[in-house]
């Protein structure tokens, strides 16, 4: 695996200024190790073009106008060698409608088999998504008269059920859902005996202030997530935590050169130079290089 090493901010020679515009900037960075954004900010400070311009703009002819809205616009696209966006952008510009268009019109013969039958059938039917037929019938304001969901009501025998056996288990005898199961037992303030809801010793609480995070929840038997919580909880610190303090040494290195440079150093995030960087309101080195070429 190849890592960049970017030097020490330097002044740009004759013979790295020559060099731009002969190559890609993500080439001549690596090779002059500069970082990227500098070598693409030299060259537009001095007005050299890229090594890859931009194609130059092409403008249509009218014989390539006569030719939109008789084919779709990818085969258009294709046909005239342009990108499908410049097809559409044209088209729209010229206000032609679409000679392919996805939306197709309702006609009354379709509006009528709307109600009378399910929807899925009814798209099937008509060759249209289910969503679309949906939506024109809520539209028009035809009611559905073949529902999927039916409200069944809960009978004593399936509410005697409620609390002794695990939701699932009820779910599966009463054919329901789990989560009706277990909306219609808090609605009727039925407890859940079956909880999987572990109490918290003094043991355990001796051992996360002796391990960290993963090692206790590897020796408790429990999630990480509970283990941070227990720790928030009862205010207990954390022995290994992830945050590494700064030193003195590390915060004199700030602002010296690029952030990202600093971080690939001092084996950081840039986001974390970045921060602690504002939080000692020191001077980005980008802003500081700036100021000095006004």
Same mark, same amino acid.
Request: with cysteine; proline share 9%; net charge positive.
């Given at each position: 695996?190849?890592?960049?090493?970017?030097?020490?901010?330097?002044?740009?020679?004759?013979?790295?200024?020559?060099?731009?515009?002969?190559?890609?900037?993500?080439?001549?960075?690596?090779?002059?190790?500069?970082?990227?954004?500098?070598?693409?900010?030299?060259?537009?400070?001095?007005?050299?073009?890229? &090594?890859?311009?931009?194609?130059?703009? =092409?403008?249509? %002819?009218?014989?390539?106008?006569?030719?939109?809205?008789?084919?779709?616009?990818?085969?258009?696209?294709?046909?005239?060698?342009?990108?499908?966006?410049?097809?559409?952008?044209?088209?729209?510009?010229?206000?032609?409608?679409?000679?392919?268009?996805? &939306?197709?019109?309702?006609?009354?013969? $379709?509006?009528?088999?709307?109600?009378?039958?399910?929807?899925?059938?009814?798209?099937?039917?008509?060759?249209?998504?289910?969503?679309?037929?949906?939506?024109?019938?809520?539209?028009? !304001?035809?009611?559905?008269?073949?529902?999927?969901?039916?409200?069944?009501?809960?009978?004593?025998?399936?509410?005697?059920?409620?609390?002794?056996?695990?939701?699932?288990?009820?779910?599966?005898?009463?054919?329901?859902?789990?989560?009706?199961?277990?909306?219609?037992?808090?609605?009727?303030?039925?407890?859940?005996?079956?909880?999987?809801?572990?109490?918290?010793?003094?043991?355990?609480?001796?051992?996360?202030?002796?391990?960290?995070?993963?090692?206790?929840?590897?020796?408790?038997? =429990?999630?990480?997530?509970?283990?941070?919580?227990?720790?928030?909880?009862?205010?207990?610190?954390?022995?290994?935590?992830?945050?590494?303090?700064?030193?003195?040494? $590390? $915060?004199?290195?700030?602002? %010296?050169?690029?952030?990202?440079?600093?971080?690939?150093?001092? !084996?950081?995030?840039?986001?974390?130079?970045?921060?602690?960087?504002?939080?000692?309101?020191?001077?980005?080195?980008?802003?500081?290089?700036?100021?000095?070429?006004?």
């Amino acid at each position: 695996m190849r890592m960049d090493v970017f030097t020490a901010p330097r002044r740009w020679t004759a013979r790295e200024i020559k060099l731009l515009g002969t190559r890609p900037d993500t080439h001549l960075a690596r090779r002059l190790r500069r970082p990227l954004y500098d070598v693409r900010r030299h060259r537009v400070i001095l007005k050299i073009p890229p &090594f890859k311009p931009r194609p130059k703009f =092409r403008y249509w %002819t009218p014989k390539e106008i006569r030719l939109i809205g008789t084919m779709p616009d990818a085969d258009l696209a294709r046909k005239l060698r342009r990108t499908l966006t410049s097809v559409q952008g044209q088209r729209y510009e010229l206000g032609l409608p679409y000679l392919c268009p996805r &939306f197709r019109p309702w006609t009354s013969a $379709e509006e009528k088999l709307l109600g009378t039958k399910p929807d899925d059938e009814v798209a099937g039917l008509l060759s249209r998504g289910i969503h679309g037929v949906k939506a024109r019938r809520v539209h028009l !304001g035809i009611p559905n008269g073949f529902p999927k969901m039916i409200f069944r009501p809960w009978t004593k025998a399936e509410i005697r059920l409620l609390g002794r056996f695990p939701d699932a288990e009820v779910a599966r005898r009463s054919k329901r859902t789990v989560g009706a199961v277990y909306a219609y037992r808090n609605k009727s303030a039925i407890k859940n005996p079956f909880l999987k809801f572990r109490p918290w010793t003094r043991a355990e609480d001796a051992l996360l202030a002796k391990n960290s995070d993963i090692q206790a929840a590897r020796l408790l038997h =429990r999630t990480l997530t509970a283990v941070k919580i227990r720790r928030n909880r009862r205010g207990l610190p954390n022995p290994a935590p992830r945050h590494r303090p700064w030193t003195p040494a $590390e $915060e004199r290195l700030l602002g %010296t050169m690029p952030d990202e440079v600093i971080a690939r150093q001092l !084996g950081r995030k840039r986001y974390d130079i970045t921060y602690h960087r504002c939080q000692l309101r020191i001077i980005s080195w980008r802003w500081r290089m700036e100021q000095r070429k006004r």
